[in-house]
Structure formats: structure tokens, C-alpha cells
T-cell receptor, first 116, second 114 residues
Framework: DAGVIQSPRHEVTEMGQEVTLRCKPI?????LFWYRQTMMRGLELLIY????????DSGMPEDRFSAKMPNASFSTLKIQPSEPRDSAVYFC??????????????FGQGTRLTVV | AQSVAQPEDQVNVAEGNPLTVKCTYS??????LFWYVQYPNRGLQFLLK??????LVKGSYGFEAEFNKSQTSFHLKKPSALVSDSALYFC????????????FGKGTMLLVSP
């Protein structure tokens, strides 16, 4: 398996523009996480899906952020409108729940977002 | 709610010396515990995990960690540090079943000097 695949790797956009980050989880995994990493706040969980359903979105900063998982092999994180304080590295991770037991999560390489 | 504490922002150790990176956790139920490592401009890489059984777990690159239920700790250790071990290390916890998010500590920077 190629692992968790995120695109784009880098994104530079102007304030006010819409940004869409994409993630393809590992095949067979049924849990997906979006995290944001900054120097100031470290690694923050934004949202957690299980079987394509959002289970915990309490970490989503505000209404400008939205996430979808239309099927088991694809998820998006959208920011509209983007602001400079959204600049961060965004990670997607996936794991499986096998026989009721949660396994470790595997991370993508991340998307480095810069909003100018 | 579940949480992870990594009390040290940075750990400095000389190459060849043993290293310990500390982690304590809080969770309502039986925990799964994990250590990840992050090199510059890279994603997080899984190092090792504790699920059940032997309290001493061994992982990649010679790392090991000891689960201590009474102290709710899961410290990362290595008998002999390498300069190439220098990186950012994260401890994480989740419940071992059900819908459980994966909660990370703030990370500890390990610097191994030659």
C-alpha cells in the first residue's frame, strides 16, 4: 500500500480564497483523522471520521472549516474564506477498527498551507 | 476526556548514552498507547504501541517503552542514543475499543549530541 496520500503537498493562497485539502486513506482503514500542526499550538485534532461519519468535530476552529468523507477512500478539508492564521501543516491519518479494537494511525506527509 | 502530558519540551543527551522521553496519560478505560517520531518536514512515523500484555514493548530503531498502569506513564527509552535519533517525539493515547479519537501530547524535541 502507498500509505496515506495527501494533496497538495504545498499550498500558497491569498487571504479570502477557498482552500481544499485532499486525503486518500490506506485501503481498508475505516477511521480517518485531520490534524493541524503549528509551532504555537502543536498537533491539534480537527475532526475524526469513523466509517465515513464524523464522530468528533469539536476541534474544527469555526464555520470557515468544513470536512467531508463521501466514501471510504477520500476525504476533503475545506477552508472558506482562508485567513493568515490558518497557515499551518495539515495532516491526515487513518487507522482501522478490527474486531472492535482500534489500531495505530498512519499519517500522510502533510499539506503545508500558507495564507498571505 | 482523554489527555497526554509530555513534561519536557526538550531532552538533550550525548551519543551513546541512554535516553528517556517521558509521557503520562489520562483516559477513562483501557488505553492504547503509542509513540510517534517526526523528522523535519515529514509526517509522523509510528514507532511502537502498547495494547495489552507485557509492560515493556519494543519498537523500531531500538526504541522501547514501559507501560506503568499505577503511574499512568508510558516513557520512551533507548539504551544507546544515536545522533540520527534527533527528532520530535509524540506520545498518544486512545481507548482500545469503540469510537475513540487519538490524542497527542505536545511533543518533546530530542537532541543527541556527537
Amino acid at each position: 500500500d502507498a500509505g496515506v496520500i495527501q494533496s497538495p503537498r504545498h499550498e500558497v493562497t491569498e487571504m479570502g480564497q477557498e482552500v481544499t485539502l485532499r486525503c486518500k486513506p490506506i485501503s481498508g482503514h475505516n477511521s480517518l483523522f485531520w490534524y493541524r500542526q503549528t509551532m504555537m499550538r502543536g498537533l491539534e485534532l480537527l475532526i475524526y471520521f469513523n466509517n465515513n461519519v464524523p464522530i468528533d468535530d469539536s476541534g474544527m476552529p469555526e464555520d470557515r472549516f468544513s470536512a467531508k468523507m463521501p466514501n471510504a477512500s477520500f476525504s476533503t478539508l475545506k477552508i472558506q474564506p482562508s485567513e493568515p492564521r490558518d497557515s499551518a501543516v495539515y495532516f491526515c491519518a487513518s487507522s482501522s477498527n478490527s474486531g472492535g479494537a482500534n489500531t495505530e494511525a498512519f499519517f500522510g506527509q502533510g499539506t503545508r498551507l500558507t495564507v498571505v | 476526556a482523554q489527555s497526554v502530558a509530555q513534561p519536557e519540551d526538550q531532552v538533550n543527551v550525548a551519543e551513546g548514552n541512554p535516553l528517556t522521553v517521558k509521557c503520562t496519560y489520562s483516559v477513562s478505560g483501557n488505553p492504547y498507547l503509542f509513540w510517534y517520531v517526526q523528522y523535519p518536514n515529514r509526517g509522523l512515523q509510528f514507532l511502537l504501541k502498547y495494547i495489552t500484555g507485557d509492560n515493556l514493548v519494543k519498537g523500531s530503531y531500538g526504541f522501547e517503552a514501559e507501560f506503568n498502569k499505577s503511574q499512568t506513564s508510558f516513557h520512551l527509552k533507548k539504551p544507546s542514543a544515536l545522533v540520527s535519533d534527533s527528532a520530535l517525539y509524540f506520545c498518544a493515547v486512545r481507548l482500545n475499543s469503540g469510537y475513540s479519537t487519538l490524542t497527542f501530547g505536545k511533543g518533546t524535541m530530542l537532541l543527541v549530541s556527537p
